[in-house]
């Protein structure tokens, strides 16, 4: 158990409304992670934070945007949520004695409509 | 470009029979490798890993998965399966090019046969 806590589990939004989606991690932990799943693309990088303040792109990020104000948060916001953003969200952190191993929370599936 | 292929979508065993999913990787230095497995509607589970040394590595639930170089592969196996392997398998490689940034493949989805 790497202590990640994603909220909401699940949400249903419409079209052009923002959606927030937050990562909250007991460990202290330095680096975090948003990936995005869909059938057929296994996981995809959407934003990644290597410190408060911190982060940084990965291969899926436009239409999403990040913030990590505390090492325990991280935030992901859909700014006006589009049908092709309806997937699994799993936050991650890197861990174990090497730091280099990546740990992923429950999951959270957003669906909009 | 790095990535991770693995190239069966879908596999069907019986339960008893032995196990082998593939992986190969693009990456030019020898990267971090990752074996994981996700249930339904669940996350996803650190099967092994490897880093370095020895290319044989032992992971949990019965899971090994061997590291060639030669090959750029790091398959899977596992010589019984049980009902309860019947889930999502990802291949992953991490560290890329001295970042914390990881690839995942698109996954192999085991059935298993009673």
């Known amino acids: 158990d790497a202590g990640i806590t994603q909220s909401p589990r699940h949400k249903v939004t419409e079209t052009g409304t923002p959606v927030t989606l937050r990562c909250h991690q007991t460990?202290?932990?330095?680096?975090m992670y948003w990936y995005r799943q869909d059938p057929g693309h296994g996981l995809r990088l959407i934003h990644y934070s290597y410190g408060v303040k911190d982060t940084d792109k990965g291969e899926v990020s436009d239409g999403y945007s990040v913030s990590r104000s505390k090492t325990e948060d991280f935030l992901l916001t859909l700014e006006s949520a589009t049908s092709s953003q309806t997937s699994v969200y799993f936050c991650a952190i890197s861990a174990g004695a090497d730091g280099n191993t990546i740990y992923f929370g429950e999951g959270s599936w957003l669906t909009v409509v | 470009a790095q990535s991770v292929t693995q190239p069966d979508i879908h596999i069907t065993v019986s339960e008893g029979a032995s196990l082998e999913l593939r992986c190969n990787y693009s990456y030019g230095a020898t990267p971090y490798l990752f074996w994981y497995v996700q249930s339904p509607g669940q996350g996803l589970q650190l099967l092994l890993k490897y880093f370095s040394g020895d290319t044989l590595v032992q992971g949990i639930k019965g899971f090994e998965a061997e590291f060639k170089r030669s090959q750029s592969s790091f398959n899977l196996r596992k010589p019984s399966v049980h009902w309860s392997d019947a889930a999502e398998y990802f291949c992953?490689?991490?560290?890329?090019?001295?970042?914390?940034?990881?690839?995942f493949g698109t996954g192999t989805r085991l059935k298993v046969l009673a």
């Open positions: 460990e202290n932990h330095r680096y």
């Open positions: 992953a490689v991490g560290a890329i090019s001295g970042t914390y940034k990881y690839i």
